[in-house]
């Protein structure tokens, strides 16, 4: 009895410990999701593209607090009354604390986001 628990011992703990890496791959992942998320609803509330570009970048590093290294926040679609604007938001999020399991240094986590701009606003520099 004692050899069986001796030997499904290790398994038990690296068992709980993928568990725990999958849970935080998840919980990163959702605010990964969430950042862009407010990024693409700070950037429809803007009047043009380039000031939508800047409060999309400001809102995803606030939202993230600066734990995770992060590319530029993407934005695409059309800036146009009526139009859906995208934000794309890509992350490196470090695993390396989890050694025991042998998991890469970091992971990449990806989240895309869009959002309508209003009918009745003006964009752009027209009149």
Not at 101 to 106: D, I, M, Q, S
């Given at each position: 009895?004692s ?27 959702g ?5 862009s ?23 995803a590093n606030?939202?993230?607090?600066g ?5 530029a926040?993407?934005l695409?679609?059309?800036f146009?009354?009526?139009g859906?604007?995208?934000t794309?938001?890509?992350c ?19 989240a ?7 009918i ?8």
């Amino acid at each position: 009895m004692s050899v069986e628990i001796v030997l499904i011992t290790p398994l038990l703990v690296a068992f709980l410990l993928l568990v725990v890496a999958f849970g935080r791959y998840v919980a990163v992942r959702g605010e990964v999701e969430a950042a862009s998320r407010d990024a693409v609803r700070a950037a429809s509330l803007e009047r043009d593209l380039g000031s939508a570009r800047a409060a999309a970048t400001q809102t995803a590093n606030a939202s993230l607090g600066g734990r995770w290294t992060c590319e530029a926040v993407g934005l695409s679609g059309e800036f146009v009354a009526g139009g859906t604007i995208e934000t794309e938001l890509s992350c490196r999020v470090p695993v390396d604390d989890l050694g025991l399991l042998g998991l890469p240094g970091t992971v990449s986590v990806r989240a895309s986001s869009s959002a309508p701009l209003d009918i009745y606003r003006r964009t752009g520099g027209a009149p």
